[in-house]
């Protein structure tokens, strides 16, 4: 038998030992749009649950993009006086990502076109990707980059093929009672980054774990995780029709740093995603940052793109570009809290279990109030009035509220939203009210 999400034992699923033991498995790839870095981290969240695995060809054009060869990489390095003063195998962000094969002899003019460093956080390396223009380059910290002897020589050498092959991604459902569909996507394309990179994309697994065995759910979930960006393209040009069934969802990242929560809202700002997030958010006891769509970032570029203009929001801890960190390896094991993981699954178990119980609720007494004192056994109203000595609960009021407001024109998440009441804590009251007749769902 099935566990219910409500009042679910989240422990029995995840725990702090299990998300380091595969982080660490996780964390030395090197991961890129495609090649076998990003096809090795699929297979490792494959361990946690079993996932599907689909691939495209490089060549296909998918909406406006085309996806670009094959990348892979076994070593890379810069060598000065006979000494590796740079080594991918240190770290993998010194080799700029896509980088071409290169082996060649430069003197230090030549080559700093080709090298990258944050002078203004000189002990990171920076994250440095061409997709989709051929280059090659190194990257490193400011401090070694100053340390560099100007008028000397340095052989370059980066041992990458760049060829014809295949994007991978996973595209999982689980079915529910109804066809309409909530999305949860993340991506998983980013070299040796913990918070940004790795954070989402287990929490990603164990909600999809979660979801696959609780039930029976209302609507049908989709779980997919490919390459950030072109990935998207390729699910959406592949999927034009099924998206449509899609009525919520939500891109899964920066999900383990920071003790504030932000949501970005859907490109629309007022979709049934929107209003589940934002129910469950503004009831939280910790910071929080509300954050209107802005067609940069992460995924929501392709899914809140005009022709498809998604429900598609993202619920984050401390947001991307907002932490020194960011697309850099400061951005490592020291960076990311595990605690923090497990606490944004829960955020999101509590928006899914939202939605799951969002419905329209329709009164039956449509002219005036219904006497509910006449009701045998019914809790939420008192049956003798001494308002001085005992004032109305905060249910009494709800209960009011609702059966004022249940003309099957809004839902109980827009009743909610506009009254201040968080819809999970009150699922009792629900159930009591349909019980009693007094609403049903539209």
């Known amino acids: 038998m099935k566990d219910k999400l409500e009042n679910l034992d989240v422990s029995k699923y995840i725990n702090k030992d299990k998300l380091k033991f595969y ?20 297979k490792i969240l494959d ?45 993998t962000l010194h080799i700029m990502n896509y980088s071409a094969p290169i082996n060649r002899t430069l003197n230090y003019k030549d080559l700093i076109k080709h090298l990258f ?32 002897d100007k008028k000397g020589k340095f052989k370059a050498v980066i041992k990458s093929t760049l060829k014809p092959g295949y994007l991978y991604y996973s595209d999982n459902v689980i079915k529910g009672k109804s066809k309409k569909e909530i999305l949860f996507y993340t991506y998983l394309c980013h070299p040796q980054l913990a918070n940004h990179e790795l954070a989402g994309p287990l929490l990603w697994t164990y909600l999809y774990k979660i979801l696959k065995k609780t039930g029976p759910h209302k609507y049908t979930y989709r779980f997919v995780c490919a390459p950030e960006n072109i990935g998207a393209a390729t699910f959406l040009h592949f999927n034009k029709k099924k998206v449509k069934n899609i009525v919520a969802g939500y891109i899964i990242n920066c999900v383990g740093n920071g003790d504030i929560v932000t949501y970005k809202k859907s490109r629309d700002g007022n979709t049934l995603a929107d209003k589940a997030a934002l129910n469950v958010i503004n009831s939280l006891k910790q910071k929080k940052k509300i954050v209107d ?101 905060q249910k009494n009021f709800l209960v009011l509220q609702i059966l004022n407001l249940a003309d099957g024109k809004k839902s109980l998440l827009d009743i909610c939203n506009e009254k201040n009441y968080k819809l999970i804590d009150f699922l009792d009251v629900f159930k009591q009210l349909i019980k009693f007749k007094l609403i049903k769902k539209k």
């Open 23 to 42: 982080f660490k498995k996780l964390y030395p790839l090197c991961r890129s749009i495609t090649g076998k870095g990003f096809f090795d981290s699929l």
């Open 47 to 91: 361990q946690i649950e079993k996932i599907n695995f689909l691939k495209v060809k490089t060549g296909t054009k998918v909406l406006d993009w085309v996806v670009p060869n094959e990348w892979n990489i076994t070593d890379g390095y810069l060598v000065y006086k006979n000494k590796k003063i740079i080594d991918f195998k240190e770290h």
């Open 117 to 148: 460093s944050l002078p203004n956080i000189p002990n990171a390396i920076p994250y440095v990707h061409s997709y989709y223009n051929k280059n090659w380059g190194f990257a490193l910290t400011h401090n070694q980059f100053k340390k560099l």
């Open 293 to 393: 769509y802005f067609p940069d970032g992460s995924d929501e570029r392709q899914f809140c793109s005009p022709g498809f203009n998604l429900p598609i929001g993202l619920v984050m801890r401390k947001m991307f570009y907002e932490f020194k960190e960011y697309h850099n390896s400061l951005d490592n094991p020291n960076f990311i809290n595990f605690d923090t993981i497990i606490e944004s699954l829960k955020i999101y178990l509590q928006i899914i279990l939202t939605l799951e119980n969002n419905f329209y609720p329709l009164g039956r007494v449509q002219y005036g109030t219904p006497q509910l004192s006449k009701l045998k056994n019914f809790t939420l109203y008192p049956k003798m009035m001494n308002f001085q000595a005992k004032p109305r609960s």
